[in-house]
């Protein structure tokens, strides 16, 4: 342990070294279940996605055997190919949660890294699952906040996997039993393989792994520090080379964001789950076209003019000019399609997402009419409004629509019920295994602290399911 009494590295050691399930708040663990239950529907939706299948493949080719679950594939390998794997999974569509101040998409971080951990230390009680998970879902948001979040994405990094490897070391560290000095050690390892680049969202399937290559790098430096294998200390304190000077660079990095609150107030709360298949910026775009279209009954062949408007963030993540056919990737990034698809079909899922609609002249046609705004006003708002939403739609007729949304639903202000969640939990998944096996899945979950080896869990999810586009295509 450095002996830092100023810095913010030591002091987020000693509080995951010391985090137990008693001091969590029930509300907050009750949550913290529900999350992974959405985590395991969106893995067990992206495990037969065609471009999941091409994952798989490269990845058990590379790697070969081991004993750690492919979820939905009946396969296993490697701790550290099932952790890239899995995570790839649960990014797979873009049904997952994310943090709407710091972007990151923590159960990908999460959950992989707790089934990996859990074979390698040959089990883990439920319980202890509970509270490593909580520990991610706690960490990444807190790395993110002190490089200001959202402004990371502006500036064109990747920002989930900048801030998740933080996130799947102290899970993989927590469940490993590690003390404040070997955590230490796990964040300074888990710093110095941050990365991801955001223009792998036009057209690259490797943006659905870049959370994985962060997972991997969390896994790999918590079982480096437990071996005794020593990281960069003060990681987020060092003047030179520091993780927060690097990336912070020219930003005015705030570290105390890092410990602020802790065990006071609760990120795992904050988390958004989403209602629509799309990057998280653009469901205030697809929440007002689809209030829009109902309440007005629009027939999308009388509609003139779409304008959309947004601030920094959501504008540089979400809108280019695309160009014919988008991949489903680039689609489900880009606020113009999104707004399309959502005022013709009424909804924003996988089925818009199919060979077929990417390149459906309908949809080309609505497209062509959007026009997306970088809105200073909004950009310059209460942290809270960044990521507000302005539509406007103008008939043929002349008549002019509006809608603006503060916060999608999701947000914390109007958050997605835990009864919701299990209702998205069983939509997603119920139409790709029986029942029984949906049931048994929803019941572990939901009692996962009372589990006496987290490893019942993954041995539920391991077997094959269908794939969610198979004949869709």
Same mark, same amino acid.
């Given at each position: ?27 907050v ?56 794997l ?39 009680? *439920?319980?202890? !699952?509970?509270?490593? =998970?909580? /520990? %991610?879902?706690?960490?990444g948001p807190? +790395?993110?906040?002190a490089?200001? #979040? ?67 790098? *969390?896994?790999? !430096?918590?079982?480096? =520090?437990? /071996? %005794? ?5 003060? +990681?987020?304190?060092?003047?030179? #080379? ?46 007002a ?29 979400g ?12 689609a ?15 909804q ?64 914390p ?30 019941a572990?979950?939901?009692g996962?602290d ?8 993954a ?15």
């Amino acid at each position: 342990m450095s002996e830092s009494t100023t810095g913010v590295t030591v002091p987020l050691a000693r509080w995951v070294e010391r985090l137990t399930l008693d001091a969590i708040p029930e509300r907050v663990r009750a949550r913290a279940r529900h999350l992974l239950l959405d985590g395991m529907a969106c893995g067990l939706v992206g495990a037969q996605l065609p471009w999941s299948r091409v994952a798989t493949a490269a990845v058990l080719d590379l790697e070969g055997a081991g004993d750690v679950p492919v979820i939905g594939t009946g396969t296993t390998t490697s701790g550290p190919a099932a952790v890239v794997l899995n995570s790839t999974f649960v990014q797979g569509f873009e049904l997952d949660d994310f943090h709407p101040l710091a972007p990151l998409h923590s159960n990908s971080l999460v959950l992989p890294v707790l089934l990996a951990t859990a074979q390698s230390r040959g089990g883990v009680s *439920g319980g202890d !699952a509970l509270t490593a =998970a909580i /520990a %991610g879902f706690e960490v990444g948001p807190r +790395v993110g906040l002190a490089l200001h #979040g959202g402004e990371m994405l502006s500036r064109g990094w990747h920002s989930g996997p900048v801030f998740g490897t933080h996130t799947a070391a102290m899970v993989a560290g927590k469940l490993r039993g590690l003390d404040a000095a070997g955590l230490e050690d796990a964040l300074g390892m888990a710093g110095t393989q941050s990365a991801g680049l955001m223009a792998a969202q036009y057209e690259a399937m490797s943006k659905r792994m870049q959370h994985g290559f962060a997972a991997r790098n *969390g896994y790999y !430096a918590a079982g480096l =520090a437990a /071996a %005794g294998y020593t990281g960069i200390k003060q +990681v987020f304190d060092r003047p030179y #080379g520091g993780y927060l000077a690097v990336f912070g660079e020219g930003h005015d990095p705030d570290p105390q964001q890092i410990v602020a609150g802790l065990g006071e107030g609760w990120h795992t709360e904050f988390i958004m789950v989403k209602s629509y298949a799309a990057q998280g910026g653009l469901h205030g775009t697809i929440q007002a076209a689809l209030e829009l279209r109902a309440e007005h009954d629009i027939d999308p062949k009388t509609i003139s003019h779409i304008e959309i408007r947004v601030g920094h963030t959501v504008y540089h993540h979400g809108w280019w000019t695309p160009r014919r056919p988008l991949t489903s990737i680039g689609a489900q990034m880009n606020l113009g399609y999104a707004a399309a698809v959502a005022l013709l079909d009424g909804q924003v899922l996988p089925p818009q997402f199919t060979d077929a609609r990417l390149d459906a002249d309908d949809v080309w046609e609505l497209l062509g009419k959007v026009e997306v705004k970088l809105d200073e006003n909004i950009q310059n708002g209460p942290v809270q409004d960044r990521f507000a939403t302005e539509l406007t739609i103008v008939l043929d007729d002349g008549t002019t629509l509006h809608r603006r949304i503060r916060e999608p639903h999701g947000g914390p202000s109007d958050p997605v019920t835990n009864e919701d969640l299990i209702a998205k939990y069983r939509s997603l998944v119920g139409p790709l295994m029986p029942v029984e096996r949906l049931d048994a899945i929803q019941a572990a979950v939901l009692g996962i602290d009372h589990l006496s080896d987290v490893r019942e869990l993954a041995d539920l999810l391991a077997a094959p399911v269908a794939g969610a586009l198979d004949g869709q295509r």
